[in-house]
């Protein structure tokens, strides 16, 4: 086991090597002095900086966690005045999703994807043993309120009057009760904002005695919200070779040739990319990779039959439970070429001591071999 750790510190107002040189770099100097500890690296962003912790193989996690934790508590007064606070995230193995779904089709759509990749989070979420499920890509939806500056002007108002009021409106309070004549009252204040009409009818302010509402100084809309990322998928010369089951490439609910027909063929076909969201799932600690990606997988082609459109695909990019089963596979296959176990004595040449030994599992050649305490070998018969 490999104790890893992510340190996200806040530095707001800062451009990247403002960051790098007053935060990341002293912290980095100041994080290898810590016992254990392998390598230190960051990376600095405006306003940001992530610094990434990793101790030695073999290090006790707990430990670990515990001695970052008290080194930065102990060397808080030298955080640079400015930095609004830090959080520690420890980076488990089991953070690494075991399965990664591709959503494509929908007419290219990046907002539907997005609503139908949140739709199969939501139900992938609840499949045994599954920690975490996510969604990457896609134009989340968003209500946009674009305010018009001319009416602005006319109506005397700011865009902080503005904003500060649709934040207000926006709030749920606690519920609160009151008696009247033996009975009690519950009272609370819920968020209405669920649609653009909803926030088209804010009332923003009074002008000349007159209500003055969110729609007549600003257009608000019900939509896709600005691209921050890009997830495209697209298939390379290797599409045309047999896909089996669950394995990468492979399009769930759905026959190969069926899918390239959509494609094209040929170099147009290789070289096309489409927008696509991802669905990444990771599993409980502990959990067996094999049975949980079989399952998500399982689950996936139900929802494929069951929710989905005719013109989306949902094809298996990423599924390491058959890697594990692989690699334990090839174990067993290697183990299987030892002798069965049986009991060997043999005598020690340095001592007049007979030791026993276990037939088999020092293998070479054909032959078996004793190990003593001393580092010797023997060749011995059973």
Do not use: C
């Not at 519920?175 to 904002?193: G, K, W, Y």
């Not at 007049?352 to 580092?375: I, K, P, Q, W, Y």
């Amino acid at each position: 086991m490999v104790p890893l750790a992510d340190v996200y510190v806040n530095f707001p107002g800062h451009t990247a090597a403002e960051v790098e040189q007053l935060v990341a770099s002293p912290l980095e100097r100041m994080l290898y002095q810590i016992d254990g500890v392998e390598y230190v690296y960051s990376m600095s962003r405006d306003d940001n900086a992530t610094i990434t912790v990793r101790f030695y193989v073999g290090q006790d996690r707990e430990r670990s966690l515990v001695k970052l934790f008290k080194k930065l508590n102990e060397n808080a007064q030298s955080i640079p005045v400015g930095v609004s606070g830090w959080v520690m995230k420890p980076v488990e193995i089991d953070d690494v999703p075991v399965v990664t779904l591709a959503v494509t089709g929908a007419d290219d759509n990046s907002y539907a994807l997005r609503r139908i990749g949140e739709e199969l989070v939501e139900r992938l979420a609840v499949v045994p043993k599954v920690s975490r499920a996510f969604l990457v890509g896609g134009q989340a939806r968003t209500i946009t309120i674009e305010l018009d500056p001319d009416r602005l002007l006319a109506y005397k108002m700011g865009i902080s009057e503005v904003r500060n009021t649709v934040s207000m409106s926006n709030v749920a309070s606690p519920a609160t009760s009151f008696s009247r004549m033996d009975r009690e009252f519950q009272v609370a204040v819920q968020p209405h904002l669920h649609s653009a009409a909803n926030v088209s009818d804010l009332v923003v302010g009074v002008v000349d005695d007159r209500p003055v509402f969110l729609k007549d100084i600003a257009n608000v809309s019900d939509g896709p919200d600005e691209v921050t990322n890009y997830v495209r998928h697209g298939w390379g010369a290797a599409s045309s070779f047999e896909k089996h089951e669950s394995t990468p490439g492979w399009v769930i609910s759905s026959s190969r040739t069926e899918h390239y027909d959509t494609h094209g063929s040929g170099d147009e076909a290789i070289n096309e990319s489409k927008p696509a969201v991802t669905i990444a799932v990771s599993k409980q600690k502990g959990a067996n990779a094999v049975q949980v990606s079989e399952a998500v997988i399982r689950e996936a082609n139900r929802l494929r039959t069951e929710i989905l459109p005719d013109d989306v695909q949902l094809i298996v990019t990423r599924n390491n439970g058959i890697v594990a089963n692989e690699k334990v596979n090839e174990l067993i296959e290697a183990l299987s070429f030892l002798s069965p176990l049986d009991v060997a004595t043999a005598q020690d040449p340095f001592s007049s001591r007979t030791f026993f030994g276990v037939h088999g599992l020092l293998n070479r050649g054909g032959h078996e071999f004793v190990r003593f305490s001393n580092g010797s070998a023997q060749n011995v018969a059973v």
